[in-house]
């Protein structure tokens, strides 16, 4: 959508005499990473009515007995206990420690309350398996870390999981990508209840651009969930990101799978909430995508090198994808590549570490299931370049890096 703000859905329910649209909540556990943490507490929690911004009152509350132990091994204690989100018309939870623990059954029931009377509830990065662990996210659309993705598709069936966006808002229920994507949600809410010029005057006190372009695409190593390492499948994935310079399509997976195409569909969608062919594209273009930035290759040649079976499969999903074509996104790339450095023809600069091979890429995407929430601002060196591509301003129309409720 290309509004500022948008209508609230019949589905919302009216908002609680007691509870205030202005009065922000945020929920806070041992474990939390400090930095998702700070999010909205910084946004909602500072007086910077001489710039322009409207107003909140912030309540940080606890969602257990502290003191709450976070990044670095330091503690905290909450000015409130769950009670006070009794009084809030919005409610934060910035992220969860671990995606393997479930939550504390009292901060699900307070969560349940707070919407039931007409809350808007918001989840940062991991936060949103504390939404989903209350119900709130049951068919709805929602969006976490990229990493996690997968793993909260799996977990949570009747979530519809779009790792793509930096933040999706389906009017009562908000959820946004790792680290940096909840301040692009943050930014939203106050645009959403102040305006533009709120959320410009806001963005430029914190510094950051009021609205970015893209979505998570240029981020995601979809490789596979560690908790998948153990399956027959796993080999079958190990091989297709081998020789993703080949020609082959998802029979040839199943074949390799003993599989019917049909069974192997099912398999794979189980295992890791993503549909092989989507993968197997998604794959193919992260490999386009670091071809353009590490060769000389023509796009005709990068094509051919990633399996593409023409160079008009590889502009048309390169542009699904990442809102650009190859051409423009290698040219945006080395825009800003200081002036003389340059590859020579066919050559491949080592941008991504020689060490990074297939199993680490699948480490490194795989994280999530087995460590805690702390690792999920952690993106491998090769996908972080990406971003600088994209600083020119080409990303998808309408607003940048959001999807919201029709």
Do not use: N
Not at 39 to 45: E, H, K
Not at 46 to 63: F, N, S
Not at 123 to 131: K, Q, S
Not at 190 to 212: F, M, S
């Amino acid at each position: 959508m290309s509004q500022d703000s948008i209508a609230a859905p019949e589905s919302v329910r009216k908002l609680s005499g007691r509870r205030r649209r202005e009065v922000v909540a945020v929920l806070l556990f041992s474990g939390g990473p400090i930095f998702e943490s700070s999010i909205p507490l910084s946004v909602f929690g500072i007086d910077r009515q001489d710039a322009g911004v409207p107003r909140y009152r912030l309540l940080v509350c606890g969602g257990e007995e502290g003191p709450l132990r976070t990044t670095g091994g330091l503690e905290l204690t909450t000015p409130y206990g769950l009670e006070a989100i009794g009084r809030a018309g919005t409610v934060v939870v910035p992220a969860w420690r671990s995606i393997t623990s479930p939550p504390p059954p009292e901060a699900l029931d307070a969560l349940r309350r707070a919407h039931e009377e007409g809350a808007r509830i918001v989840g940062l990065c991991t936060g949103a398996f504390v939404l989903a662990a209350a119900g709130l996210l049951d068919g709805r659309p929602a969006t976490t870390h990229w990493m996690y993705a997968p793993t909260l598709a799996k977990r949570y069936p009747s979530v519809h999981v779009d790792p793509r966006e930096l933040f999706v808002d389906d009017g009562d229920v908000l959820t946004s990508a790792g680290t940096a994507a909840g301040i692009d949600l943050c930014l939203h809410i106050v645009r959403t209840d102040h305006g533009t010029e709120a959320a410009g005057a806001l963005a430029r006190r914190l510094v950051v651009p009021p609205r970015r372009s893209g979505g998570q695409e240029r981020y995601l190593d979809r490789s596979l969930p560690e908790e998948i390492g153990s399956d027959p499948l796993a080999e079958v994935v190990a091989w297709a990101l081998e020789h993703l310079h080949e020609q082959f399509d998802v029979e040839t997976l199943a074949a390799r799978a003993y599989m019917s195409r049909r069974t192997f569909d099912r398999r794979f969608r189980s295992l890791t909430g993503s549909a092989p062919l989507q993968w197997l594209i998604t794959q193919r273009v992260l490999q386009a995508q670091r071809l353009l930035e590490t060769s000389d290759y023509s796009v005709d040649e990068v094509a051919g090198r990633c399996g593409f079976r023409s160079p008009v499969a590889l502009r048309g999903h390169f542009r699904r994808q990442l809102g650009s074509s190859p051409a423009a996104y290698r040219a945006a790339y080395r825009a800003r590549r200081p002036h003389g450095d340059q590859l020579g023809p066919g050559t491949v600069e080592q941008v991504v570490p020689p060490q990074v091979s297939v199993q680490a890429r699948r480490t490194a995407a795989a994280t999530a299931p087995s460590g805690s929430a702390t690792a999920s601002s952690t993106v491998p060196e090769q996908v972080k370049s990406y971003s600088e591509a994209f600083a020119s301003g080409q990303g998808r129309p309408s607003l940048p890096g959001q999807r919201s409720a029709p």
